[in-house]
């Protein structure tokens, strides 16, 4: 805390009164200036701290482990109750857009929406950065009949139902780019369930239409049976 | 023939003269002296067939009912077992607050109930009284008990404080994001039913549960040696408070 040093020049001291008077009109108003920048400062930071203080590197740590309880141990997705996607070597810009979707309720997921409400913009990208570097093996299991199949439409596409090839956006290796999402090692089972049920899940405000619009016509698309060879397909690429 | 005039073939006897009588080669001398014909060479060659095959077909049944022990489990023995379980589990596997609380077994994930036999056994997850029953259970009776749980269906004990229910199903349903707990529902499901290894909690015993989660760490995943999938609880069961845990304990203790 700065005090501003008190210099009583009534007091009889090493000063004369009017030098003693000077010099306090001279310490205060240098120390006057610093006092405001410090105060700028504290205040910043203290409302920096509501928003931001979520991306210390403990806090992160922390939150990451969370997000591991049901994501696996290296972001490689679990097959619980629900199929929990792989976030290992996700885009970091499409992490962040579902966070968002999520806390918007524009994606429509509930235990989704309580994990992403409390992220602060700063803790979002901390995790979408970390959740980018893991690399572990895919998660496998999708039918093992079906990725022949899977690979020549994730390839070439399905002209005559208006199905681009996926390979077109989403990377010749499902790697993705930007806001389009890694979709290798992907879980089958997730796969499945988000092309079958697209409409029903993104873009649920008509008010804020997002880029999941692209995904719609797509999805649509391809039948069953397709779907599942893709999401087959994508389970096994690193 | 008197006996005295085979005094070589008794004890102690004088072994010089065994084959100084000569007699036909199809007969021999009993011990008592008497004429005994040997058996002919088909005799003897059919009597080897038989005891051969009489051998083959003993060994092979000793072997197939050993390795048919393996595959199935006779039904009176799983029943005879349990009723052994049901003594503490309850009669429908509903769980018993005796001076422990005993686990509900009915309606729980086979894959959950499997795993946990095992880690008693490995010493895992250390407990006297169950390393003692899971330590007799062969492989094939430990699913046939899992899967007779499996069909149980009793409504819950219930007999926790209701007032804790409601704020426990916020828990189960949204986590506690500032305390980076995640949503029990994430894994174990909207009902809390479970999926293969992770156990239902519906209709479980309200002390079971808090014992387990306030004491997570020093129950589950005991051997470093060997790591276990029991890890996964470990942040969750650390990062509840006390009163979360009862809370979500009722609200679980509640659910059919």
């Known amino acids: 805390m700065i005090t501003r040093p008190s210099l009583r020049c009534s007091v009889a001291g090493p000063l004369d009164d009017r030098r003693c008077r000077r010099l306090a009109k001279v310490v205060g108003l240098k120390f006057a200036p610093l006092s405001a920048i410090l105060v700028i400062v504290f205040a910043t930071a203290v409302r920096a701290e509501n928003k931001d203080a979520a991306a210390t590197k403990q806090a992160v740590e922390a939150k990451m482990k969370y997000c591991e309880v049901c994501h696996g141990a290296s972001g490689q997705g679990f097959q619980g109750y629900y199929p929990i996607p792989r976030l290992a070597g996700q885009q970091p810009d499409y992490i962040k857009n579902q966070l968002e979707a999520f806390d918007e309720r524009r994606r429509v997921n509930p235990i989704m929406f309580n994990v992403a409400h409390v992220l602060s913009p700063a803790m979002q990208t901390a995790l979408a950065t970390n959740f980018h570097e893991f690399n572990p093996k895919p998660f496998g299991g999708g039918q093992k009949d079906l990725v022949a199949a899977g690979q020549k439409i994730f390839e070439e596409g399905i002209a005559k139902s208006d199905v681009p090839p996926c390979a077109s956006c989403h990377g010749p290796q499902a790697k993705g780019d930007g806001q389009f999402p890694r979709l290798a090692g992907q879980l089958p089972d997730y796969v499945f369930k988000k092309l079958t049920n697209w409409s029903k899940e993104r873009g649920q405000d008509p008010a804020k239409p997002d880029t999941s619009a692209i995904m719609e016509p797509i999805a649509h698309g391809l039948t069953e049976p397709q779907i599942k060879a893709v999401a087959a397909y994508l389970s096994y690429l690193e | ?256």
């Open chain 2, 1 to 256: 023939m008197k006996l005295n005039s085979y005094r070589r073939c008794r004890p102690g006897g004088d072994h010089s003269k065994v084959n100084e009588e000569s007699i036909d080669p199809s007969f021999r001398r009993a011990r008592t002296g008497t004429l005994i014909k040997r058996p002919g060479r088909r005799v003897l060659q059919v009597a080897g067939l038989r005891l051969a095959l009489q051998l083959a077909v003993l060994t092979i049944l000793f072997f197939a009912a050993g390795r048919a022990d393996a595959a199935v489990v006779a039904k009176s023995a799983v029943e005879a077992k349990l009723a052994y379980c049901q003594d503490c589990h309850g009669l429908t596997g509903q769980g018993y607050r005796g001076f422990f609380p005993i686990p509900r077994l009915a309606g729980q994930q086979v894959e959950y109930l499997e795993n946990q036999l095992r880690a008693f056994v490995e010493g895992r997850r250390p407990n006297p009284i169950m390393s003692n029953v899971a330590h007799v259970l062969s492989p094939s009776m430990i699913t046939a008990l899992a899967e007779k749980f499996r069909d149980f269906n009793p409504g819950p004990l219930g007999g926790a404080p209701k007032d804790l229910i409601a704020k426990g199903q916020k828990i189960f349903q949204e986590g506690v994001p500032d305390a980076n707990v995640a949503a029990c529902a994430a894994c174990h499901g909207p009902k809390a039913l479970g999926y293969e290894q992770i156990p239902r909690l519906a209709g479980q015993l309200y002390p079971y549960l808090i014992k387990e989660l306030t004491n997570w760490s020093k129950e589950r995943g005991q051997n470093p040696a060997k790591p276990d999938t029991s890890f996964i609880m470990a942040p969750v069961a650390h990062s509840l408070t006390r009163p979360q845990v009862e809370a979500v304990a009722a609200y679980l203790s509640d659910l059919k």
